[in-house]
């Protein structure tokens, strides 16, 4: 069940939402443990629904997976082991999770590489994907080894059945700490009472999320598709446009995905942990790291980097730890050679920039200065920080060739066709026309609503209409991306008055007419 379907809108959320304000109204005396327990096991129950409405089979699994390691963190918790028996039960049971996660999600991929590389055929198994099963191992992992290092020291049953299958994040993500989450949980009967004003900005970023997500998304989506299913025959231009498109369907799928998430949850009263933060208006790939999917950067650092030594161990380590880094990241994000080279190529271009930024933060000291961050370049002139911007913009684009790619043969394919285009207009004396794009490639830009403007403004038959389609939907998405406040932002600061109403209703009526149309959240499967 996804956020955006006519069953969640119209069915899931309203009954989930009224229950929750009968059970937040009842007065049960002053126990507000007695309610907080009422209402956490309202949540869990739905959350629980929410998973199994897509896949009985996969909460199945996923309640084993919850019944080892809560087994797990209750012997720990309790410290009636020793320091090396915890150490050792800790390592038994994070092995135990990668080893589910591997071989749901990896074992046909490292399989096959295996044959591949020996040279034998290797027919594909049959494995059911967990939904979200690499965020529920993440956040489990995460419990396991914070509560034998002293860092959780009780982790309720329920509480951690909700952290875990918390509907608006199980999809999803973020990837939350648990104690950033119990936190809430313990208080939740205060947090359950009504708040009209948070639960209109909740509501209103679920809707600016949706529309993220069903609008912008879409558009971009339908774009990379298309190219990549005439990967052959790319022209030069055709393989620009689709490369500056898939930056944008990636971060309006995920974070708007992510930013319904958060408005849910806000509905409900508990805060989920920001995972994007204008991530385009960065101006170096460090900056760019440090605001996109914000929470596997920081499980990453916590739970890899600084085990491996961080930077405590020498430059040259600390540079093979950031690497490593990436590539696992590369790797978390799906089971193919694309995903590896992703995170390699984002690794590459990583550490240099930051051995830049340590040098500079070291100069700075030495100096006697302090050094003042600016990732979103606040401090430079307009015409710079755009430019700055751009760059890092099309440096991400063209490293996002092989991740929306199905093999790295194909992102071969892709890279060769654009080339040969241009070597071709090249030699033909007529340079320009690599950069022509054919006429079915535009009319991909031709939505409905568009249409139907450029109609009632007569211009619909001329013959620049289509070009003119492509110019308008990718400006206003990418000018969304790049100067435009996030959708978390304007959610906070909107007025609360009848005109914004009437806006967001419009949104979101006009997302649930594209319902229909809106293809598989990306993320789903991570």
Same mark, same amino acid.
């Given at each position: 069940m996804n956020f955006n379907s006519y069953i969640f809108i119209f069915a899931f959320l309203p009954l989930c939402l009224a229950c929750y304000r009968i059970v937040a109204s009842l007065h049960i005396g002053n126990d507000k443990n007695k309610k907080g327990t009422l209402l956490k096991l309202?949540?869990?129950? &739905?959350? #629980?629904?929410?998973?199994?409405?897509?896949?009985?089979?996969?909460? #199945?699994?996923? %309640? #084993?997976?919850?019944?080892?390691?809560?087994? &797990?963190?209750?012997?720990?918790? /309790?410290?009636?082991?020793?320091?090396?028996?915890?150490? %050792?039960?800790?390592?038994?049971? #994070?092995?135990?999770?990668?080893?589910?996660? /591997?071989?749901?999600?990896?074992?046909? &991929?490292?399989? /096959?590489?295996?044959?591949? &590389?020996? /040279?034998h055929d290797y027919t594909l198994k049959s494995i059911l994907l967990p939904l979200g099963i690499s965020y529920v191992t993440f956040q489990q992992i995460s419990v396991v080894i914070d509560t034998a290092n002293g860092e959780i020291r009780k982790a309720p049953l329920l509480d951690y059945v909700l952290y875990i299958m918390y509907f608006p994040k199980v999809l999803s993500g973020p990837i939350a700490n648990f104690e950033e989450m119990e936190e809430q949980f313990a208080d939740i009967a205060e947090r359950s009472k009504w708040n009209a004003e948070r639960f209109y900005r909740g509501a209103a970023l679920l809707i600016l999320g949706m529309g993220e997500k069903c609008i912008f998304a879409a558009w971009m989506s339908n774009a990379v598709n298309f190219a990549y299913d005439n990967v052959a025959t790319l022209s030069f231009g055709e393989g620009l446009l689709c490369m500056f498109c898939m930056p944008l369907s990636m971060f309006f799928d995920f974070c708007g995905y992510c930013d319904m998430g958060m408005g849910l949850s806000r509905m409900f009263g508990i805060e989920l942990p920001v995972n994007f933060r204008n991530p385009f208006k960065t101006l170096t790939i460090v900056a760019y790291w440090r605001n996109w999917h914000i929470t596997l950067t920081r499980f990453m650092g916590k739970y890899v980097y600084i085990p491996l030594g961080g930077n405590r161990k020498g430059r040259a380590r600390m540079c093979a730890n950031m690497m490593l880094v990436y590539i696992l990241s590369g790797l978390w994000h799906g089971a193919n050679a694309t995903y590896i080279l992703w995170g390699a190529l984002n690794g590459l271009i990583y550490v240099p920039v930051k051995l830049a930024e340590d040098a500079r933060k070291r100069k700075a000291k030495q100096a006697g200065r302090t050094y003042i961050r600016d990732d979103f370049g606040l401090r430079l002139p307009p015409v710079k920080r755009f430019a700055a911007r751009l760059g890092n913009y099309i440096v991400n684009s063209m490293m996002f060739i092989p991740f929306m790619a199905s093999s790295l043969a194909e992102a071969g394919v892709y890279i060769k066709s654009m080339w040969s285009s241009l070597v071709t207009a090249i030699s033909s004396g007529n340079a320009l026309s690599a950069f022509a794009i054919r006429e079915d490639y535009l009319k991909v830009f031709e939505t409905d609503e568009l249409w139907y403007v450029l109609k009632g403004l007569h211009i619909a038959a001329h013959s620049f209409a289509p070009a003119l389609c492509m110019v308008v939907i990718f400006g206003i998405t990418f000018a969304a991306a790049m100067l435009s406040k996030s959708a978390q932002d304007i959610a906070a600061k909107m007025k609360i008055n009848v005109k914004n109403a009437v806006l967001l209703g419009a949104l979101l009526s006009w997302c649930i007419l594209t319902y229909s149309q809106v293809t598989t959240f990306i993320y789903v499967n991570f």
């Open positions: 309202l949540l869990t129950a &739905f959350s #629980v629904a929410f998973y199994a409405y897509a896949s009985v089979r996969s909460l #199945v699994l996923i %309640a #084993v997976s919850l019944a080892v390691n809560y087994c &797990f963190i209750s012997v720990s918790s /309790g410290r009636q082991l020793s320091a090396k028996q915890v150490k %050792a039960l800790k390592a038994v049971c #994070v092995i135990f999770n990668l080893a589910d996660l /591997g071989y749901f999600k990896y074992y046909n &991929f490292f399989m /096959g590489s295996v044959s591949w &590389f020996m /040279g």
